[in-house]
């Protein structure tokens, strides 16, 4: 039995080098002495390679057969053709009779989908359901994506904590900033997105679900480049985003100048329903109208050495909010109402941040090293003013005023380094540190007869410091049809922190090991992809979770920091099929320890709740997707997006006793209408079922969003006209899952709304950059919590 099995494995290692050749031959050219040639594979070959012209020679080994891209550079010009290799070739002779200074052919458009070491790469600007409107509304098409509204945020493969990279940087933004960020982003900017739900041991281990990676196309002309939007959404408030970028290239420099601008107001309105005991319960409504403004602007410059690249980038952000937040707490007695507590409560909030950042980056002959730095500092200033009264006046409430200012100074250092062995092998290494200082206060001061008096006993300070020093190491070997990536990741991270209040010390150091390992097949003459990956992540407690800080809703009411949260532990298995590169399939098991919620907890002795983040002991969960993409006519597509997945939940503890499982399912509809006069009519419709997360079940709900767009001036300028949940369906409807608990609430939002969206482009160029750099793009930097 060894023997036959040895013998097929000898028979499929044979049948794999088979797929590979050699290609060599000369350079004739009579006026140009070009120093390098690429291949860069198109058309379901994802390989690139790269050799010196040595002696006007050049031999590249073990290369994968298919069709490249052709590049041959020299110090003055690029020339650029097609390669069709289906043999080893040795002898081929390469004519250039004449040096065309700048010469770029394009290359045939790219498939819809590609995938590559299971990161899944979405051609935006060859679908048309994903090239029209903004940035986030692709996101939220692309496969395996959807969007909580809850929370305000992207889930991928229905797990939560995505980070959102642009050409492989991360977007340093808070979760508001981020989303109007990307509503600012318009899909005509995008060349591709790629979805990486199982980041390798190159990346943080604190990658979350997943990293979706926006790349932007990229002006490349001499010249000045301009792109500048706006749009305005009404629904039950108004909003307004404006944004504009400005670009200037000369030589081998890049200057790029963005700003953003929002304003409007906005609402949360929640319901609850708790049972404290037999006989007694209560009702609570919350309504809260927020009003806020952003203002962001930022710059980049890049130098192109002719080895290396040095970019310097730099932000600032002006944040501003206020708050109006009512809410009317009534409790029964074998339902009837003894008792109503009325609250008003006025927040005012600012937050500025300052962010710079270096990267520079050095290509050797067969290795490359990128050094990079960060400093980002956040000012937070919270202020909040809380009246409540009974309307039976059996008990009377103070005034309570609340200041929490809060500085954040973090800083990133990073070093990569690539080392190609041969054209089919790779070593990837590298050292990271980040840094967090934190000083918080929360300080209350209540209304007395003789004025504002210091309310020590709710009041609190605390300090927070966080290292996180991780090294990595990973190697990359290459077939013909067979990818394998081995990795591992060790990550050190002590944290330490200190409360005024009871003179608490939190003191954590944790050391973990993040294995991945990934196989890849693919069979390029079948149209079959498959991928299989292995990673384990962690997810830490930010800082708003670990804050052992109070916030009032009412006197019965409070959101608790929790000092005691653990770390989150993940171990997935992923696997990946893509056919003929339109449609996908994947399944994904993960197993969760320690995940953390937010989570309601009661107190019958003092009738009062808290809102809270808790441990949820395991979460085993099994997920079911599939992306489908079809022209049905020549003026209709359509795209679905269909998940099903399996939840087991175990949670043993005073706060939490939970034994649940859960079939749940979710899909979405796209379809783009393409009529005359270039109009373009789309509709979208998703569905999800009754589902649990954490410690919460959900009620199914549904919406529809309908959309018209048309471009005018040779596309320059891009009208769009959107209404989203046609039907105000979305509804949010929650019950606690917790034997010894009973809560129910429902919560709305404005998510019923109509939007209007233009957007010009204006770029005038005089010729062409001799540096034809279309895929180099900056590499993974940690986004800070």
Same mark, same amino acid.
């Given at each position: 039995?060894?023997?036959?099995?040895?013998?097929?494995?000898?028979?499929?290692?044979?049948?794999?080098?088979?797929?590979?050749?050699?290609?060599?031959?000369?350079?004739?050219?009579?006026?140009?002495?070009?120093?390098?040639?690429?291949?860069?594979?198109?058309?379901?070959?994802?390989?690139?390679?790269?050799?010196?012209?040595?002696?006007?020679?050049?031999?590249?080994?073990?290369?994968?057969?298919?069709?490249? %891209?052709?590049?041959?550079?020299?110090?003055?010009?690029?020339?650029?053709?097609?390669?069709?290799?289906?043999?080893?070739?040795?002898?081929?002779?390469?004519?250039?009779?004449?040096?065309?200074?700048?010469?770029?052919?394009?290359?045939?458009?790219?498939?819809?989908?590609?995938?590559?070491?299971?990161?899944?790469?979405?051609?935006?600007?060859?679908?048309? %359901?994903?090239?029209?409107? @903004?940035?986030?509304?692709?996101?939220?098409?692309?496969?395996?994506?959807?969007?909580d509204a809850i929370n305000d945020r992207f889930k991928l493969n229905g797990n939560t904590g995505i980070r959102v990279e642009i050409d492989g940087e991360?977007?340093?933004?808070? #979760?508001?900033?981020?989303?109007?960020?990307?509503?600012?982003?318009?899909?005509?900017?995008?060349?591709?997105?790629?979805?990486?739900? =199982?980041?390798?041991?190159?990346?943080?281990? #604190?990658?979350?679900?997943?990293?979706?990676?926006?790349?932007?196309? !990229?002006?490349?002309?001499?010249?000045?480049?301009?792109? /500048?939007?706006?749009?305005?959404?009404?629904?039950?408030?108004?909003?307004?985003?404006? #944004?504009?970028?400005?670009?200037?290239?000369?030589?081998?420099? *890049?200057?790029?100048?963005?700003?953003?601008?929002?304003?409007?107001?906005?609402?949360?309105?929640?319901?609850?329903?708790?049972?404290?005991?037999?006989?007694?319960?209560?009702?609570?409504?919350?309504?809260?109208?927020?009003?806020?403004? @952003?203002?962001?602007?930022? #710059?980049?410059?890049?130098?192109?050495?002719?080895?290396?690249?040095?970019?310097?980038?730099?932000?600032?952000?002006?944040?501003?909010?206020?708050?109006?937040?009512?809410?009317?707490?009534?409790?029964?007695?074998?339902?009837?109402?003894?008792?109503?507590?009325?609250?008003?409560?006025?927040?005012?909030?600012?937050?500025?941040?300052?962010?710079? &950042?270096?990267?520079?980056?050095?290509?050797?002959?067969?290795? *490359?090293?990128?050094?990079?730095?960060?400093?980002?500092?956040?000012?937070?200033?919270?202020?909040?003013?809380?009246?409540?009264?009974?309307?039976?006046?059996?008990?009377?409430?103070?005034?309570?005023?609340?200041?929490?200012?809060?500085?954040?100074?973090?800083?990133?250092?990073?070093?990569?380094?690539?080392?190609?062995?041969?054209?089919?092998?790779?070593?990837?290494?590298?050292?990271?540190?980040?840094?967090?200082?934190?000083?918080?206060?929360?300080?209350?001061?209540?209304?007395?007869?003789?004025?504002?008096?210091?309310?020590?006993?709710? =009041?609190?300070?605390?300090?927070?410091?966080?290292?996180?020093?991780?090294?990595?190491?990973?190697?990359? !070997?290459?077939?013909?049809?067979?990818?394998?990536?081995?990795?591992?990741?060790?990550?050190?991270?002590?944290?330490?922190?200190?409360?005024?209040?009871?003179?608490?010390?939190?003191?954590?150091?944790?050391?973990?090991?993040?294995?991945?390992?990934?196989?890849?097949?693919?069979?390029?003459?079948?149209?079959?992809?498959?991928?299989?990956?292995?990673?384990?992540?962690?997810?830490?407690?930010?800082? !708003?979770?670990?804050?052992?800080?109070?916030?009032?809703?009412?006197?019965?009411?409070?959101?608790?920091?929790?000092?005691?949260?653990?770390? @989150?532990?993940?171990?997935?298995?992923?696997?990946?099929?893509?056919?003929?590169?339109?449609?996908?399939?994947?399944?994904?098991?993960?197993?969760?320890?320690?995940?953390?919620?937010?989570?309601?907890?009661?107190?019958?002795?003092?009738?009062?709740?808290?809102?809270?983040?808790?441990?949820?002991?395991?979460?085993?969960?099994?997920?079911?997707?599939?992306?489908?993409?079809?022209?049905?006519?020549?003026?209709?597509?359509? @795209?679905?997006?269909?998940?099903?997945?399996?939840?087991?939940?175990?949670?043993?503890?005073?706060?939490?006793?939970?034994?649940?499982?859960?079939?749940?399912?979710?899909?979405?509809?796209?379809?783009?209408?393409?009529?005359?006069?270039?109009?373009?009519?789309? *509709? &979208?419709?998703?569905?999800?079922?009754?589902?649990?997360?954490?410690?919460?079940?959900?009620?199914?709900?549904?919406?529809?969003?309908?959309?018209?767009?048309?471009?005018?001036?040779?596309?320059?300028?891009?009208?769009?006209?959107?209404?989203?949940?046609?039907?105000?369906?979305?509804?949010?409807?929650?019950?606690?899952?917790?034997?010894?608990?009973?809560?129910?609430?429902?919560? /709305?939002?404005?998510?019923?709304?109509?939007?209007?969206?233009?957007?010009?482009?204006?770029?005038?160029?005089?010729k062409n950059n001799t540096s034809y750099d279309e895929d180099t793009v900056d590499k993974l930097k940690s986004r800070l919590k």
């Open positions: 039995m060894k023997k036959i099995i040895f013998i097929l494995l000898l028979f499929i290692y044979s049948l794999v080098l088979s797929q590979r050749v050699n290609y060599g031959g000369s350079l004739q050219s009579a006026e140009t002495k070009y120093h390098s040639i690429e291949l860069k594979g198109i058309e379901g070959v994802e390989e690139r390679y790269r050799e010196e012209i040595k002696g006007n020679k050049f031999l590249f080994k073990d290369i994968l057969i298919g069709k490249y %891209i052709r590049t041959l550079r020299s110090d003055k010009n690029t020339v650029v053709d097609t390669l069709i290799l289906e043999k080893e070739i040795l002898d081929d002779r390469l004519l250039i009779s004449k040096s065309i200074e700048g010469v770029v052919i394009s290359a045939p458009k790219n498939k819809f989908i590609q995938m590559k070491n299971g990161i899944i790469k979405v051609n935006v600007q060859n679908n048309p %359901i994903l090239s029209s409107g @903004n940035v986030f509304e692709s996101i939220s098409k692309l496969p395996g994506v959807s969007y991360s977007l340093l933004l808070s #979760g508001n900033e981020l989303m109007i960020y990307l509503k600012n982003l318009q899909a005509a900017e995008v060349e591709s997105i790629e979805i990486n739900s =199982s980041p390798s041991a190159k990346y943080d281990a #604190g990658s979350g679900a997943g990293i979706i990676n926006i790349k932007t196309k !990229k002006f490349k002309k001499e010249g000045v480049s301009v792109i /500048t939007n706006t749009n305005a959404t009404k629904g039950r408030y108004f909003k307004q985003n404006t #944004g504009a970028k400005a670009q200037y290239n000369i030589h081998n420099k *890049s200057f790029v100048l963005r700003y953003l601008n929002s304003y409007g107001g906005d609402f949360e309105q929640a319901n609850s329903l708790k049972g404290i005991s037999n006989s007694l319960s209560s009702e609570q409504e919350i309504y809260a109208k927020i009003n806020n403004a @952003n203002h962001s602007i930022g #710059g980049t410059f890049e130098n192109r050495f002719s080895h290396s690249k040095l970019t310097l980038n730099t932000k600032l952000t002006f944040y501003n909010e206020d708050i109006q937040q009512n809410t009317d707490l009534i409790f029964k007695n074998n339902s009837l109402p003894y008792s109503e507590i009325i609250s008003r409560q006025m927040s005012d909030n600012s937050l500025r941040t300052f962010d710079a &950042g270096i990267r520079y980056a050095y290509d050797f002959k067969k290795s *490359s090293l990128v050094l990079r730095g960060n400093y980002i500092r956040y000012n937070t200033k919270n202020n909040a003013l809380l009246s409540s009264k009974e309307v039976q006046n059996i008990q009377h409430f103070k005034d309570l005023e609340n200041r929490a200012p809060n500085t954040v100074n973090a800083a990133v250092i990073q070093v990569d380094y690539t080392n190609k062995i041969d054209s089919t092998s790779t070593i990837e290494s590298g050292l990271k540190y980040i840094f967090q200082d934190i000083n918080n206060k929360n300080l209350f001061y209540k209304r007395e007869i003789n004025g504002w008096e210091y309310d020590e006993p709710k =009041s609190n300070a605390y300090t927070y410091n966080e290292h996180i020093a991780s090294a990595y190491l990973q190697y990359y !070997k290459s077939f013909k049809r067979i990818d394998i990536i081995l990795g591992s990741r060790a990550e050190f991270s002590p944290v330490y922190g200190y409360s005024s209040e009871n003179d608490y010390h939190l003191k954590r150091e944790e050391l973990n090991i993040f294995p991945f390992i990934n196989f890849s097949y693919a069979n390029q003459s079948k149209n079959h992809h498959i991928s299989l990956s292995y990673n384990k992540k962690i997810n830490r407690p930010n800082f !708003k979770n670990l804050m052992p800080f109070v916030y009032y809703i009412d006197p019965y009411t409070k959101i608790l920091g929790n000092a005691e949260l653990k770390s @989150n532990i993940t171990h997935q298995l992923t696997l990946q099929y893509l056919y003929k590169q339109k449609y996908i399939f994947n399944i994904i098991y993960s197993q969760n320890r320690d995940a953390i919620y937010q989570t309601h907890i009661h107190n019958k002795a003092t009738l009062s709740s808290m809102l809270t983040p808790v441990n949820i002991d395991k979460i085993h969960s099994i997920i079911f997707n599939a992306n489908l993409s079809f022209n049905m006519l020549k003026w209709w597509s359509l @795209n679905a997006n269909i998940n099903l997945f399996r939840d087991s939940i175990k949670s043993n503890d005073n706060a939490q006793n939970i034994n649940t499982q859960s079939w749940a399912y979710q899909w979405a509809i796209t379809n783009r209408f393409s009529l005359p006069a270039k109009i373009n009519l789309t *509709s &979208g419709f998703d569905f999800i079922s009754d589902f649990i997360q954490g410690p919460y079940k959900t009620t199914s709900f549904y919406g529809l969003s309908l959309g018209i767009n048309r471009n005018f001036m040779n596309n320059q300028l891009r009208f769009s006209l959107t209404a989203n949940d046609v039907f105000n369906r979305k509804e949010i409807k929650n019950h606690l899952l917790a034997q010894e608990q009973s809560y129910f609430s429902r919560q /709305t939002f404005d998510s019923r709304w109509i939007r209007l969206s233009l957007t010009y482009i204006f770029d005038k160029g005089t």
